[in-house]
């Protein structure tokens, strides 16, 4: 039996799916444009915005969107999980080649975790509206 009520199941597992799919009809996107297709490429962004939509509209339903300091805390926590817990066991679990790239995302992983922890920071000092962010 779930932990959680079934109607949550459902509306995470609905995330999931959307989130992934925009993210693949992204990397579609990126694929095309590589290859010159630049219309093609466009619909596929089209279609990621719309899944992202989708998404956004499904966490909301589910009540995973709290608060400002709730929503960072999250985000951090994700974060620490990804880098400290699950990706070093993927790591030791895979062949090199796979190794690479989860040790790249990790790299990327710990960039956003830096970046977050200072998007909190600067949430915290703030009044009104943080700075927008650099290139």
Known sequence: ???IPRHQEHLKTAFTAEAASAARCRAYATR???EGLPNLASHWQRLAAEKDRLAVELL???GQLKSL???LGN???EERYENDA???KMIRDVEPPAAEVFQRVVT???EHLSRLEALRDA????RGDVAPPTT
Do not use: K, T
């Open 108 to 110: 990327a992983q710990a």
């Open 60 to 62: 909301e339903a589910s």
């Open 86 to 88: 699950l990706y070093p």
């Open 75 to 77: 985000a951090i926590s």
């Open 123 to 126: 949430v915290a000092g703030a």
């Open 32 to 34: 095309a444009e590589r």
């Open 1 to 3: 039996m779930s932990r």
């Open 69 to 71: 300091d709730a929503d």
